[in-house]
């Protein structure tokens, strides 16, 4: 309704009001699906996808979706995936986009210049891949590195205010990360600013059977 609206010949300041109604619009979206998938995961009632998906393609729409974003604040985003890996992946596909989404996003909202790198490659023990999201914001303060994937925790109080959210994305993350048989952590960039956010999943399949689909095409 309000896409309708902004195309049935607004003024100006009219069309300005009606663009922030949407994003309040999906503002709230975004925080009651991520209040959702926590209570979904809590009650441990998430079932996740066991199906083929293309990785190059999975990390390309997420990455041209948040490019709009980052061209926004002048932020370049690079990324490359090794050529070990497989284009098609078991796993769940909508949720290895969420996650990468998560961080990817993360990166964009906490890097004031600069570029954003991800590289996706091979662990060494052949079995997982490792998606490593690197950029050159603020960092995070040794101290709360690793409180900032508990619920609803922020590295600074300042931070809801200066770049908004509600702290849920990384913990979403690690939950969804350790269901699938992964792990998710980060590390301050030395030399030079930034953090750099990986996760690593398996390539071929999930590790919790109970939590799978009980049809699954691999
Ligand atoms: N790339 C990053 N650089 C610096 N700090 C980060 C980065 N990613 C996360 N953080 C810190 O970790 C906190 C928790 O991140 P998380 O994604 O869970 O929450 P959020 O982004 O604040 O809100 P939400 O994801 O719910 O919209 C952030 O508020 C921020 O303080
Ligand atoms: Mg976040």
């Known amino acids: 309704?309000?896409?309708?609206?902004?195309?049935?010949?607004?003024?100006?300041?009219?069309?300005?009001?009606?663009?922030?109604?949407?994003?309040?619009?999906?503002?709230?979206?975004?925080?009651?699906?991520?209040?959702?998938?926590?209570?979904?995961?809590?009650?441990?009632?998430?079932?996740?996808?066991?199906?083929?998906?293309?990785?190059?393609?999975?990390?390309?729409?997420?990455?041209?979706?948040?490019?709009?974003?980052?061209?926004?604040?002048?932020?370049?985003?690079?990324?490359?995936?090794?050529?070990?890996?497989?284009?098609?992946?078991?796993?769940d596909g909508l949720r290895f986009r969420q996650i990468f989404t998560n961080l990817l996003g993360n990166a964009i909202k906490f890097t004031l210049s600069g570029v954003i790198h991800v590289n996706v490659a091979e662990c060494k023990d052949s079995a997982h891949f490792c998606c490593k999201?690197?950029?050159?914001?603020?960092?995070?303060?040794?101290?709360?590195?690793e409180r900032i994937f508990e619920a609803f925790f922020q590295a600074d109080g300042t931070h809801r205010r200066r770049f908004g959210g509600t702290g849920l994305g990384l913990t979403i993350s690690r939950q969804l990360v350790g269901i699938m048989g992964g792990q998710i952590g980060m590390y301050n960039n030395k030399p030079g600013p930034g953090s750099t956010f990986w996760f690593q999943l398996p390539l071929g399949g999930l590790k919790d059977e109970k939590l799978a689909l009980p049809e699954t095409k691999c």
């Open 1 to 91: 309704m309000i896409d309708l609206l902004k195309n049935s010949g607004l003024e100006p300041e009219q069309l300005e009001y009606t663009e922030i109604v949407g994003q309040c619009a999906n503002d709230l979206l975004t925080i009651i699906n991520d209040i959702l998938d926590l209570s979904q995961i809590e009650a441990g009632r998430l079932s996740l996808a066991e199906e083929e998906f293309q990785l190059r393609e999975s990390l390309n729409s997420v990455v041209k979706l948040l490019r709009v974003r980052a061209d926004q604040k002048g932020l370049q985003i690079t990324w490359e995936v090794s050529p070990n890996l497989p284009d098609r992946v078991c796993g």
């Open 133 to 145: 999201v690197i950029d050159s914001g603020i960092g995070v303060e040794d101290t709360v590195s």
